[in-house]
């Protein structure tokens, strides 16, 4: 055969193989792509109702991810070598269905026309009184009129501790209760606050509205016969990661994760919609896109040449009630975590922008072995435009394991005007943006392939929380597990007011100014009353001695 025959086959030949090859790899891309489409469509149904943790969407979605995951070929990694890790998660304080309150055998609606508040201890009692007769071991009354007009124009006026201390000192001269109503035009805002992790109060506290006093208790020189039972109880919900592995019988893991869960119906104040509308928060974007992403990646890591690691794929809850799952996973690991290489976070990677094509790495500073991979490559190639963040901390998972020293790579696509609204739907995602990322990370992977256990350095630490309900803030990471009174520290960052102010990991916030922050909300609600250039004096606990400095905003 001549030999400008050939090598005009070989041309055709290597032709055939390209167009073949590049046929090849669409076909390969518009799978991934529709698997993309086929994980979020499913998630982000209205039928999952928003994958709120511990619900009925987050079982259907649980189900979902583990059957994919046995289908891609992953063996089963969590309790009891099934596919699931389930963990507590603790949601507060709910009122018993057995609390009760008569007036003469009148019964009162709970909620509606009387509650206790929160820190009431558990009891009941049965008593004739009269409003206008305080007596040792019975109720007292106390109106909040005074309070509330006397300090009207006080902006530091905190309701509910002055009426914790008023019940102190009225149990101190033998009341066994304080019944509190309100007849002032003042509103007073009170409700049973589920969420208030307040200490016990050493007598209940029982609000009733002023209508009832009116209807039943007009006369307060007449005698009564009230009957009261408060009973409050733990309220709980179970959570549960989804986790699978891959054995190459390497020395070293990859955890790959991303969270399921999402904001339901907005039950847990963390929807953007201010509304008060219910509607189902579907959670496209945040974070079926992730999670999406998660379970291709083990499809192309199950066939992949990458096998110098093991790879850990985990679906967590609880994200959004402040990284419950992979804190747990994080305390009870189904794998040893000092064999961990490194950890890949994927939350919010499904509204790539068409134009700017930017996208956010979170976690460079966390290992020197980022810096060499992304140096190699070439920006000018990639279809993506990479932004990084040197933190190991942030708004999602990868703190958890930022915590243990493991190395962290975080994407994200940034935020949106759906975020945290139901309009996060599945039709605003950029599918072919998604899978881009996607096969940026499968490359990452390989590149960390026989690089065994990599580097860990610590880095700067950033705020965890996107809330912008406040304008100042004092520069901790809170403990968002945590079940005490108080607010647990989590991490400080550097140059920020808690920092300046010693505040140091555990240590538990109680009062800020003059308002005691015996929880989230109540923390997030003292740091809204102050502003740049402000100081005020900070309550915290470190072990049993509590401590009190100064912070300046
Ligand atoms: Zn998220």
Not at 119 to 132: D, F, R, W
Not at 306 to 325: D, H, V
Not at 461 to 475: C, D
């Amino acid at each position: 055969m001549s030999k400008a025959r050939t090598l005009r086959l070989f041309l055709v030949f290597l032709l055939l193989s390209t167009q073949l090859f590049a046929q090849k790899l669409k076909k390969a891309d518009k799978a991934g792509i529709a698997g993309l489409q086929a994980h979020i469509a499913y998630l982000a149904d209205d039928k999952l109702e928003g994958r709120r943790a511990g619900t009925k969407g987050e079982e259907l979605a649980r189900e979902y991810i583990s059957a994919q995951f046995q289908q891609a070929g992953l063996q089963p990694k969590g309790e009891g070598n099934g596919w699931f890790q389930s963990f507590e998660i603790n949601d507060g304080k709910q009122l018993g269905s057995s609390t009760f309150f008569f007036i003469n055998n009148h019964e009162l609606k709970v909620n509606e026309e009387f509650f206790p508040l929160a820190g009431s201890p558990n009891g009941s009692l049965e008593e004739a009184v009269s409003i206008a007769l305080p007596e040792q071991g019975v109720p007292w009354f106390f109106d909040l009129k005074e309070l509330l007009e006397g300090n009207k124009d006080n902006p530091h006026f905190d309701l509910v501790p002055a009426i914790r201390a008023k019940a102190a000192k009225v149990a101190e001269k033998g009341a066994n209760a304080l019944i509190i109503y309100n007849s002032s035009a003042i509103a007073d805002g009170l409700k049973y606050d589920g969420k208030d992790r307040s200490e016990a109060t050493k007598i209940p506290i029982v609000y009733i509205t002023d209508k009832v006093r009116k209807a039943h208790l007009k006369d307060e020189a007449a005698t009564y016969d009230l009957k009261i039972r408060v009973t409050i109880a733990d309220k709980k919900r179970t959570g549960n990661n989804v986790v699978g592995y891959i054995d190459n019988g390497a020395g070293t893991t990859v955890v790959l994760g991303a969270h399921y869960d999402h904001l339901g119906y907005g039950e847990d104040n963390n929807s953007m919609l201010r509304t008060g509308e219910h509607l189902i928060h579907n959670g496209a974007d945040d974070n079926a896109s992730g999670t999406a992403a998660l379970i291709e990646l083990a499809k192309l890591l199950k066939v992949s040449k990458s096998k110098g690691n093991n790879y850990l794929f985990i679906a967590f809850s609880g994200e959004e009630l402040g990284l419950n799952g992979s804190k747990y996973f994080t305390e009870h690991p189904s794998i040893d975590l000092s064999k961990v290489s490194y950890m890949i976070n994927m939350d919010m990677v499904g509204r790539l922008n068409d134009s700017s094509k930017a996208l956010t790495i979170g976690g460079y500073g966390t290992s020197p072995f980022w810096g060499a991979t992304f140096g190699k490559f070439n920006p000018k190639k990639l279809p993506l435009t990479l932004k990084y963040d040197s933190s190991g901390t942030g708004p999602s998972d990868h703190t958890s394991f930022y915590r243990k020293d493991i190395p962290v790579l975080f994407f994200f696509t940034g935020l949106h005007s759906d975020y945290h609204r139901p309009t996060d739907d599945a039709d605003k995602v950029n599918y072919t943006g998604e899978w881009q990322i996607v096969k940026l990370i499968e490359e990452i992977v390989a590149s960390a392939n026989l690089q065994g256990k990599l580097a860990f350095t610590k880095t700067r630490e950033v705020q965890t929380s996107t809330s912008t309900r406040f304008s100042v803030s004092m520069g901790i990471m809170p403990d968002y597990t945590f079940s005490g009174a108080g607010v647990r520290v989590d991490g400080v960052s550097d140059n920020r007011p808690a920092k300046k102010a010693g505040i140091q990991t555990g240590d538990v916030i109680v009062q800020l100014g003059d308002f005691s922050t015996t929880s989230m909300e109540s923390y997030m609600q003292a740091l809204s009353k102050f502003k740049k250039g402000d100081k005020a004096r900070v309550k915290y606990k470190r072990g049993a001695d509590t401590h009190e400095t100064e912070v300046e905003f």
